[in-house]
């Protein structure tokens, strides 16, 4: 077994399929509309789309309040990458609105940004240990 799919839950599909794909440089994996109001969205990132994948869900009205928050205050996701640096300029420069300054620590290098909802992730290299 394998986790395959991690539901996130957004306000507008496109607005978010674009944070995705033109500032993370996911692919998108599918969109089919599953009613009149919701669509079935997969993205991941480019090289790995059997394991991260996402599902990106409409919120309804109990869970307005869950939009950007689906982690409390903690970080939410975490992107993991092989080349940190081109990564992060390459974010930066698609618009990602980063939380900090890159830092080192014993684990990874690692920064947190906010997605197009507003839920935290880090994006990290792990150090060879």
């Not at 799919?5 to 440089?25: C, E, P, Q, T, W």
């Not at 089919?32 to 869900?57: C, D, F, G």
């Not at 869970?63 to 975490?78: D, M, N, P, S, T």
Request: with cysteine; net charge negative.
């Amino acid at each position: 077994m394998m986790i395959s799919n991690v539901s996130v839950l957004v306000a507008n599909y496109d607005r978010d399929i674009d944070f995705y794909v033109n500032k993370l440089g996911f692919k998108l994996l599918c969109d089919v509309p599953v009613t009149s109001e919701q669509r079935w969205i997969r993205v991941a990132p480019q090289h790995n789309a059997s394991t991260s994948a996402l599902v990106l869900t409409l919120a309804n009205q109990q869970q307005q309040h869950l939009i950007g928050k689906q982690a409390g205050e903690g970080v939410f996701l975490f992107l993991q990458s092989e080349d940190f640096w081109t990564d992060y300029q390459g974010m930066q420069t698609a618009g990602v609105e980063f939380l900090e300054q890159p830092r080192e620590e014993i684990y990874a290098t690692v920064v947190m940004f906010r997605d197009g909802e507003g839920n935290k992730w880090d994006l990290l290299q792990p150090k060879n240990n």
